[in-house]
């Protein structure tokens, strides 16, 4: 990595002095020749500890980054294109190209920095976007020449034009008229398949119809819509264009909209395909949308449970979860041969030190197949960041730490290093072999007991065999057998306990606050 020498540009004037001081910064200006193909390099970058030797790679070599390849189908057939996934593939800095699209979280947050200001001295056109981008426009300014708040789908063609005509913006913001209708098919050619465990992963909505404070999604999609649909018919389309049975929706809300639920349901019916998705609990209960996925093929679901306090969740209006019994939703969920990955945030203002023993407990008692624990962290840009802001609780602004892992605001009711604490033992006691084994006795039948007994213990107990497979670049060997995993479940009738075929593979899910 070079040194870092463009100097904060946060108003035009300043961005004039920064192109007067670097000669080679021409070369942005030269991106308006009109109908010259561009250059054009995506990158994700990676959170501190992908650099460490000791980081888990199997983690973040799941997914691909769907929303660069969602930007790059915009671009023009006689550009050139890649997109470049640090946590996957080493990222080359010594390259030319006219035009950088950088990914922000909040974790990789400095590093994408860091590539910024690069390609901002070797004369590159930078552009960074994405939900820490959108929460802190003002931190990211300095280090683009163009920023994009919200979904790029609007705004990011907008620029396109923009830059070929000469008279690119500094600020992009996704308002009115946002849709997923005429969007062009994601460039999924530009994604290194075998380096993702699951590269069918696919989002067919964006966003959420419900308001929780903790969560970005408010914030993100700030200004215009917040929770929209593809047509039916694309959604289908992108599907079949995926090889292989194997999909994982990374949708907030999968079961968000019953209608569009129903008609995508439908119409996967014939597509003999297993997938993966994200729900909310009220959505698991009311009606029958979840029997309708099943029948399509769901077989492992993410639910935010989040707490089990109910005055946590009026604080942090979680209300779609109020009143809801969280039994009569594992209940449900198992009789489909759905298996759970339970979401759980601790460190909420009414926790005190039993939430932790409280809530694995209570995880293993009604059979939950994986969990995800989470501290409580408050994002820049939600109403829970507000309000610590405005009680004095946020103890630091390190957002290398904002990984959910790490305590970063003063917890009322728990010192820091309890809760802390808390959640380590809480992964710890979840994954002990005997609680995996305890949890696997809810179910009725003995093939789903080993079901479950194999997918948890899969996931978290062969991590190292995954790593090397990894690292020995042995993913995509994995990747038809994970296409069986969930495989078939022969039901006996409508709302019976099913029957599961039993395979040594783990229960992949994406660690979000759901
Ligand atoms: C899949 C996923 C992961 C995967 C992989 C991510 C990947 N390869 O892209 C894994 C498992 C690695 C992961 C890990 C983490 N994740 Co995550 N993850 C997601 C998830 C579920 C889906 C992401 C996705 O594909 N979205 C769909 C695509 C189409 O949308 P998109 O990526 O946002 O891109 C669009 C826009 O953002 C925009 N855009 C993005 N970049 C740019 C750049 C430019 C220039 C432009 C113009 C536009 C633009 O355009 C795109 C099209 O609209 C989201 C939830 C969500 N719904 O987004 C959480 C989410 C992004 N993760 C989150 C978090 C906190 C994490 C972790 C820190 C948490 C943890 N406990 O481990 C880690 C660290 C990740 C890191 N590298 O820093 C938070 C982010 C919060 C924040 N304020 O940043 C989210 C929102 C979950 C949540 N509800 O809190 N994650
Ligand atoms: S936490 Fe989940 S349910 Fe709540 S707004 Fe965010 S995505 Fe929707």
Same mark, same amino acid.
């Given at each position: 990595?070079?040194?870092? #020498? ?181 460039? %999924?050619?530009?994604? /290194? ?11 067919? =909505? ?73 729900? =909310? ?40 979860? #109020? ?8 209940? %449900? ?59 004095? /609780? ?19 009711? #728990? ?22 084994? %305890? ?62 075929? =039993?395979? #040594? ?10």
């Amino acid at each position: 990595m070079q040194s870092v #020498l463009i100097a904060p540009s946060t108003s035009a004037a300043s961005s004039n002095f920064a192109m007067q001081s670097y000669p080679r910064l021409a070369r942005r200006t030269m991106i308006a020749s009109g109908s010259r193909p561009l250059k054009v390099k995506f990158i994700l970058p990676a959170l501190k500890e992908a650099t460490d030797p000791q980081w888990r790679p199997i983690k973040y070599s799941l997914f691909p980054p769907l929303g660069l390849a969602t930007l790059a189908a915009y671009l023009r057939p006689d550009d050139q294109a890649i997109i470049v996934d640090e946590h996957v593939q080493p990222l080359t800095l010594d390259d030319e190209p006219d035009l950088v699209i950088v990914q922000v979280y909040i974790t990789n947050a400095y590093r994408a920095y860091k590539i910024a200001d690069h390609y901002r001295s070797l004369g590159a056109f930078v552009c960074l976007g994405g939900l820490h981008v959108t929460a802190l426009p003002e931190e990211a300014a300095p280090h683009a020449d163009a920023i994009f708040l919200g979904p790029g789908e609007q705004t990011f063609p907008r620029f396109l034009e923009d830059l070929r005509t000469g008279r690119p913006e500094r600020v992009y913001t996704s308002t009115t008229g946002r849709t997923l209708e005429r969007v062009p098919p994601i460039r %999924r050619d530009l994604i /290194r398949r075998t380096s993702y465990l699951v590269p069918n992963s696919i989002v067919v =909505t964006r966003g959420c119809p419900q308001h929780c404070d903790f969560c970005y999604k408010d914030a993100f999609f700030q200004g215009g819509r917040g929770f929209y649909t593809q047509r039916v018919d694309d959604a289908l389309a992108e599907i079949a264009r995926l090889p292989g049975r194997h999909l994982y929706f990374l949708d907030d809300h999968l079961l968000g909209d019953r209608r569009f639920g129903e008609a995508l349901f439908e119409g996967m019916k014939g597509m003999k395909r297993v997938f993966q998705g994200a729900a =909310t609990v009220d959505s698991i209960l009311r009606g029958d949308l979840i029997e309708r996925a099943a029948e399509a093929g769901l077989r492992s679901i993410f639910v935010g449970f989040e707490t089990l306090t109910p005055d946590n969740l009026k604080r942090s209006n979680k209300r779609q979860n #109020l009143g809801r019994d969280y039994k009569a939703v594992t209940d %449900r969920l198992h009789s489909l041969g759905i298996m759970i990955n339970g979401s759980f945030v601790f460190g909420m203002d009414d926790d005190g030190e039993d939430v932790f023993r409280r809530t694995v407990d209570w995880a293993m008692e009604q059979g939950v197949t994986t969990a995800t624990f989470h501290i409580q962290t408050p994002y820049p840009g939600t109403k829970l960041h507000a309000h610590m802001v405005r009680e004095g /609780r946020m103890l630091t602004r390190n957002w290398n730490l904002y990984d959910t892992r790490h305590v970063v605001y003063q917890p009322a009711r #728990l010192k820091p290093e309890t809760l802390k604490q808390g959640y380590d033992w809480a992964y710890r006691e979840f994954y002990r072999w005997g609680s995996i084994a %305890r949890a696997s006795l809810h179910h009725g039948t003995l093939k789903h007991q080993a079901k479950h007994f194999f997918y948890a213990s899969g996931w978290k107990k062969f991590e190292p065999v995954w790593d090397i497979l990894i690292r020995a670049r042995q993913l995509n060997r994995i990747t038809p057998m994970l296409e069986g995993v969930l495989a078939r479940v022969t039901r006996r009738k409508r709302q019976q306990p099913a029957q599961v075929e =039993t395979q #040594l593979l783990p229960v992949i899910q994406p660690e979000t606050t759901l």
